[in-house]
């Protein structure tokens, strides 16, 4: 049950309730009267059934009161109740707008063509029983107009609380350059020059903020009135045509008022329909045009830019109109009711939509470009503002030659390159630091912390709760295994003993290797992976004989813990007890022993909005349903406790004139009923702040980043305690705030496409795509995703972590063009550059370098591939000066084996069996570890032969003479390479 479903039932019982009652009233006084038992046992019916009503409303009472605790204990019950005020508030005036509306008409009716006395005798009844009719047909109708309103929440939050109008963004008067533009070496950044607000910007005389705010609210609007308007003249018409049938006098008045009556209605038919038309002319800075070569694209372009004028054409067809209808009222004349009806059916067809498409047909398809090009010229100029791409750097990137002492003096951008991949460290950790009943999040997260004096790139990853499949109990599952434990850090290249991830921070009871990344509160009550309620401060003893401190004196464990936050509600008395019963589990809830006052009810335990791709819930969006929010939120140690930071967006797909972007990872039905997913699209974006959830407290707080943006200043506005700014936060938190890979990579998807002019977009020149890689494949075929690495910058002098994606040009795709930068760092946190490489360099891009790897270790894969799972790691792009270096990790994985209880999750870890390193021209390098590769590849020196597990020492000189004696049975060729080792191994000791 949701708020507003429980809402409805809410209402619904009223009513109901109320109706029963009233009749049960009626009917009783009825009995009285006519001292009819049937009448009385009819009332006591009827108040019987109110009260059965009045019981089930307790449920949706009880979900209503546990809302608002939860929403309480967060310190959120006014955005609760505000959200709530503001959606049925909404339903509320449509309701009673439709609803008086419709019936102000039918008593209007009723007053124009009265009953007529002589016949009032024969039709009294039947007139009564028709409006009764009537009115229950307007009441149904109005639930039906408003119920759609609902929806309409956040589009009347946001038109209410917009902002004013000079807040609206600005474009810069600069035109995009080009990648042959900069290549001078010049810095460009592309919104710094000339702010000044241009008429250019507004768009059918209405500026941005109009269409952002105020548009989506005449369009819902205008079309909920134009539909009550025909349901009202629907019923008028039901009423008039009971009325010139009901009697002969009754006839009479018909013919002489129906047209008074139809004429005002048919006036306002015509005012809503010029309203509507000036909704479907602003409507066009959305919509695809007719031009075949722009139909991918969304926004104003040559025709519907000549739409205005037939828009208003239209209108002064419509005002024509109806001055003949009010001239009709006295004139009478049915030709001209015909005449007004056919001019005004012929002129919305003829103007609104074949003069567009006559417009395109003479003259739109005759020098497509001379007349396309100013407006898709403002097409990317807003489809940049939308998606902040006017504020990207641009610097040009020359290709330098790659050696060995460019890495090794850069050593702290060397060991922050990440060679474990999230997924495979995620096998480590099931193999390493797995517990019964725990589990790590498939994807670990990625960040960077100081330890020491050094800045390091790590992984980390939080030991959830995971009950096993045969823990069913309520008691167990409920009040036992209620919280994960700890989490695991490691350097994202770092390998110990049988290939193991060297751990900082690890194990149960947990340890941590440096001061900095102490956790002195180790349990996660919420998680990724935690879904369902539990409840804290139980009774451990179910014996009531042994008090509750007698119970607790037992010694606590890592696994066994007395919850001593304030997270969750507390259970208190009876009647708390009784709500949480009714929404829960009734009967455990109301006789568990375990329970006490001080028991502690969490629920909506989950952090992230995705499940796959599809949306969900989870405890951040139920507080703030109108933010969206980043696909992968990421643990934190700070301060000794563990926190959860989830990006947050402002989203629109009503940006004037911008290229809408699909979402493929936000899909919003979830039925398998569609063909194509339906996923969620918008043209306008902005990272606008992060929310930050306490991993043991499950407290919630949002701070914003982008204080200036125009949506988010609504909702601050709408919601002022909702909001903290980001000098609110603790500093610990906020060094490890990190520019989104999600908004990345939506903005370098766009800024691929809409970093050229007019003319290269028209003829489809310059477009950068993003590379394909083989990750966890066999072949490139799947798209990079962004990356976090730890660089130096081009005029920096400090390490940082930023976030990074290539770019390769078109029909090239196999070479590198550019590469886009965001940085996560303050005090250049948000800052995005694009590096840009001349057209004549020919650097190999990701697809190329990875047939590259296909060609040299092809062979090898083959061998691997029969006993083993290849898994080839991400191949990352690390700038270092003016050179490009490739790595990619390649990972062995046992086959899985067919067990005979089906168990086939039992954790099996892939080991590192090779790195893979290019840079510049050179040829590719492989050995067991990076530093090997990389003497491979720049000294010349032979990788080893014979396979040793990540992180094993070599072998001695005794060790290959033995394997060279073991070996003589065996083939020479063997033999040969365990005798070149050999021969390397002496030539060291000498």
């Not at 046992?41 to 546990?66: D, K, N, V």
């Not at 533009?181 to 008429?199: H, K, Y």
């Not at 009040?479 to 700890?486: D, E, F, M, N, R």
């Not at 390098?925 to 000294?939: G, H, I, M, N, R």
Request: glycine fraction near 6%; hydrophobic fraction near 40%; charge should be neutral.
């Amino acid at each position: 049950m949701t708020a507003n479903l429980a809402i409805a039932q809410l209402l619904l019982s009223i009513a109901l309730g109320t109706v029963t009652f009233i009749a049960g009233i009626f009917r009783y006084h009825r009995s009285q009267q006519r001292r009819r038992g049937a009448f009385k046992f009819q009332a006591y019916l009827l108040w019987i059934l109110t009260g059965l009503i009045a019981l089930s409303s307790f449920m949706p009472l009880a979900h209503l009161y546990t809302e608002h605790l939860w929403f309480e204990s967060l310190g959120h019950a006014d955005v609760f109740w505000g959200l709530q005020q503001i959606r049925w508030g909404i339903f509320a005036v449509c309701f009673l707008i439709a609803l008086g509306f419709m019936n102000i008409n039918a008593a209007i009716a009723n007053v124009l063509c009265p009953e007529s006395r002589e016949f009032r005798r024969w039709t009294h009844t039947q007139t009564f029983s028709f409006h009764r009719t009537v009115f229950c047909l307007t009441f149904i109708a109005a639930l039906l107009l408003a119920t759609p309103m609902l929806l309409l929440d956040d589009v009347y939050l946001r038109y209410r609380n917009q902002p004013a109008a000079d807040s609206e963004p600005r474009i810069a008067n600069r035109e995009p350059r080009t990648a042959e533009e900069i290549m001078d070496g010049e810095t460009v950044r592309l919104e710094t020059a000339n702010r000044e607000p241009r008429t250019a910007n507004r768009h059918f005389g209405k500026n941005r903020n109009f269409y952002l705010f105020s548009f989506p609210f005449h369009r819902w609007v205008s079309l909920w009135v134009q539909i009550m308007l025909w349901v009202t003249c629907i019923v008028v018409g039901l009423l008039y045509n009971f009325y010139y049938r009901r009697d002969a006098h009754t006839m009479q008045r018909v013919k002489r008022h129906i047209i008074f009556h139809g004429s005002m209605l048919w006036l306002l038919l015509l005012l809503v329909g010029g309203w509507r038309s000036y909704v479907h002319l602003w409507n066009k800075v959305y919509t695809s045009p007719l031009t075949q070569e722009l139909s991918s694209l969304h926004g104003l372009f040559y025709v519907d830019f000549h739409l205005e004028g037939a828009t208003r054409i239209y209108c002064g067809v419509l005002v024509g109109v109806g001055i003949a209808v009010v001239f009709n009222i006295f004139w009478r004349k049915r030709l001209l009711w015909y005449a007004t009806l056919g001019v005004w059916g012929l002129s919305y067809l003829l103007l609104i939509h074949i003069y567009p498409l006559g417009l395109h047909l003479w003259d739109a398809r005759i020098n497509v470009l001379d007349k396309e090009e100013p407006y898709l010229q403002r097409h990317i100029e807003e489809t940049r503002l939308a998606f902040e791409l006017d504020t990207i750097r641009t610097e040009a990137r020359v290709k330098g030659l790659a050696t060995l002492d460019m890495i090794t003096e850069n050593a702290e951008i060397k060991k922050n390159i990440q060679i474990w991949d999230r997924r495979v460290l995620y096998e480590a950790l099931r193999e390493a630091q797995i517990q019964t009943h725990y589990d790590f999040h498939p994807y670990t997260d990625v960040d960077r912390y100081r330890v020491g004096d050094e800045y390091r790139q790590v992984l980390i990853a939080a030991r959830e709760v995971s009950p096993e499949e045969d823990i069913v109990g309520w008691e167990p599952l409920k009040l036992q295994y209620t919280h994960g434990y700890g989490v695991c850090v490691s350097p994202v290249n770092e390998f110990i003993e049988d290939g193991f991830p060297n751990f900082w921070v690890a194990d149960t009871p947990i340890r941590s290797d440096y001061d900095e990344l102490s956790v002195q509160r180790p349990q996660i009550y919420y998680g990724e992976m935690t879904n369902n309620y539990v409840i804290v401060n139980s009774q451990r003893n179910i014996n009531a004989a042994i008090s509750r401190a007698a119970a607790q004196e037992a010694p606590e464990t890592w696994e066994r813990h007395t919850y001593t936050g304030d997270g969750g509600v507390p259970l208190g008395g009876w009647f708390r007890r009784l709500c949480f019963g009714f929404r829960f589990d009734f009967f455990r809830i109301l006789r568990s022993e375990r329970l006490t006052a001080e028991s502690r009810v969490m629920f909506r335990r989950k952090i992230g909005t995705r499940h796959g791709d599809q949306l969900i819930k989870d405890r951040v969006s139920h507080i703030a349903p109108f933010l969206n929010y980043d696909p992968d939120p990421y643990i934190v140690i700070s301060d000794g406790e563990l926190w959860w930071i989830i990006d947050f967006y402002v989203t629109s797909p009503y940006y004037p004139n911008a290229q809408v972007y699909i979402d493929d990872t936000a899909r919003l039905t979830q039925t398998q009923l569609y063909e194509e997913p339906d996923f969620k699209k918008f043209n306008y974006i902005r990272n606008s702040g992060v929310a930050v959830v306490n991993a043991y407290t499950g407290a919630v707080n949002f701070y914003a980043i982008k204080d200036d943006e125009a949506v988010m200043r609504a909702y601050r506005k709408a919601f002022p305690d909702l909001f903290k700014s980001l000098s609110e936060m603790p500093e610990g938190l906020k060094a490890h705030l990190r520019y989104p890979d999600y908004l990345t990579r939506i903005q370098a998807k766009m800024y691929g496409a809409y970093h050229r002019r007019a003319d290269d977009f028209y003829h489809r020149r310059d477009h950068w795509l993003i590379p394909k890689e083989a990750y966890y494949s066999s072949e490139a075929d799947q798209e990079m995703m962004p990356y976090y690495a730890m660089l130096k910058l081009p005029g920096e002098d400090t390490l940082e972590f930023v976030n990074m994606i290539p770019f390769t040009p078109p029909k090239r795709e196999k070479r590198l063009k550019a590469w886009m930068v965001s940085r996560c760092d303050p005090p250049h946190y948000g800052e995005r550059i694009v590096y840009v490489l001349p057209d004549g360099a020919d650097v190999a891009g990701p697809t190329q370098v990875e047939e590259d790897i296909n060609k040299a270790t092809g062979q090898l894969q083959v061998g691997w591939e029969k006993a083993s799972d290849v898994i080839r790691g991400n191949l990352l792009i690390i700038p270092i000066d003016d050179a490009l270096f490739y790595v990619e990790a390649i990972y062995l994985q046992a086959k899985k084996q067919e067990r005979a209880n089906g168990d086939d999750t039992q954790p099996r870890r892939p080991k590192l069996e090779m790195v893979v390193v290019k840079a510049g021209a050179s040829e590719l390098a492989s050995a067991k570890t990076l530093d090997k590769a990389l003497d491979v590849l720049f000294l010349g020196q032979p990788a080893t032969t014979v396979p040793t597990e990540a992180g094993e020492a070599p072998p001695t000189a005794a060790e290959l003479l033995e394997q060279l004696r073991q070996n003589r049975v065996k083939n020479d060729a063997e033999t040969e390479a365990i005798l070149e080792q050999l021969l390397e191994v002496l030539s060291e000791d000498r």
